[in-house]
């Protein structure tokens, strides 16, 4: 179980903020249909997972290149996944910068927060995959009744006329606001690199299982948002922290985006610890290393510097999430690897058909 946790939080470590902002940029009454949406594109990903380890049996995404592309141009087509690996962690860390600049530490420098951030993080990948496994282990059951807890505390507040009539705008807003969570799902094709860490080798199962949970998480988080806040959730760049802003228990049980606050934290911990090990592992396999601890401590180093340049301002970062992030993770994240697949699929069977004619 300790991949499947890992997998869900890869994706709502950061989702759980912003994809309640960016689908509200398209739909508001049927949000909670993205959803059930998400689950299309995530099957999408596993699918191509699967594929690749049939053809690459064993092999790491790095090493998949160099089989079927070679060691020279196996590189270059691994630099290209490298860039989506360091892209996507370098803005995970800036949403957590400005997550923290917008509700707690608003006169702390960015720069300040994402260093300390990566303190932690650099502990947990030097020690391996398994010691942030096992952190999951601990956090996801307190998530999981922390947020269950929520939501029926949020039932008070609950309108459900605002998500009535269904399908009242058609069935394309929800599908361009599908897009962004499809975004996000791409990040499960990190597990194509980390896969060495996992003990077994097992991952199908817990790949299914992250991609059910994360599609009902959705339906869940959706609903709560737009039946609590309804239209104005389309001005609040943090939709789930307003919600648990709202809610008072019994009149003397308040604050509670304190903890949500706190929980928040230590999921973006899990997500930029597999984030960041699996960018570790990928330079080292690349660059030819016969470990991925030497290059840690400058990865983190490189990451933190992109996530304050890659993006001139919070606004700039959403809008570069929203309008360009799914051509470009789907490019770098399951773009290349699929090319692989289809490249050694063609080899194969070319390979066979040369065998059959020198049979006859």
């Given amino acids: 179980m300790q991949l499947s946790f890992l997998m869900i939080w890869l994706v709502l470590g950061t989702g759980i903020l912003f994809l309640p902002f960016a689908i509200s940029r398209f739909v508001v009454r049927d949000a909670w249909l993205t959803g059930p949406l998400f689950f299309i594109g995530g099957a999408v990903v596993v699918l191509v997972i699967m594929g690749f ?19 020279w141009f196996g590189r270059a087509v691994g630099l290209g996944s490298l860039v989506w690996l360091y892209v996507t962690e370098a803005t995970a860390i800036r949403q957590m910068v400005l997550f ?12 300040v927060m994402a260093g300390l951030f990566f303190i932690p993080v650099v502990y947990a990948v030097t020690q391996g995959l398994e010691a942030v496994g096992r952190m999951g282990e601990i956090i996801t059951p307190v998530g999981v009744v922390l947020v269950m807890a929520l939501s029926l ?15 009242a705008d058609g069935l394309d807003p929800v599908l361009r606001a599908t897009v962004v969570p499809w ?14 860490a996992v003990a077994g080798g097992r991952i199908y199962r817990p790949l299914w299982v992250a991609v059910v949970a994360i599609s009902v998480a959705g339906v869940l988080a959706e609903t709560v948002v737009t039946t609590i806040l309804g239209d104005s959730r389309q001005h609040v760049h943090y939709p789930t922290l307003e919600v648990v ?45 016969r470990h991925h601890r030497p290059v840690v401590v400058p990865g983190a180093i490189l990451v933190w510097a992109g996530s304050l340049m890659l993006f001139s301002s919070g606004i700039n970062m959403r809008y570069e999430i929203i309008n360009d992030g799914w051509g ?33």
């Fill in 53 to 71: 380890r049939r053809m690459f049996p064993g092999q790491t995404m790095m090493e998949g290149y160099f089989t079927v592309f070679g060691p």
């Fill in 100 to 111: 923290l600049t917008d509700t707690l530490l608003s006169d702390t420098p960015g720069y």
């Fill in 153 to 167: 505390f949020s039932l008070q507040y609950a309108d459900f006329h605002h998500v009535q009539p269904v399908l």
């Fill in 183 to 196: 975004l996000y799902g791409v990040e499960l094709m990190t597990v194509v690199q980390i896969r060495p």
């Fill in 245 to 289: 802003r709202a809610l008072r228990v019994a009149d003397f049980l308040e604050r509670l985006d304190a903890i949500y606050v706190i929980g928040i934290l230590a999921t973006m911990f899990l997500k930029v610890s597999v984030l960041h090990y699996t960018l570790a592992t990928a330079i080292s396999q690349w660059a030819g290393l």
């Fill in 328 to 360: 470009f993770s789907m490019a770098g994240g399951v773009g290349l690897p699929l090319a692989a697949v289809v490249v050694q699929g063609v080899r194969r069977g070319f390979g066979r058909w040369l065998g059959r004619s020198a049979a006859g």
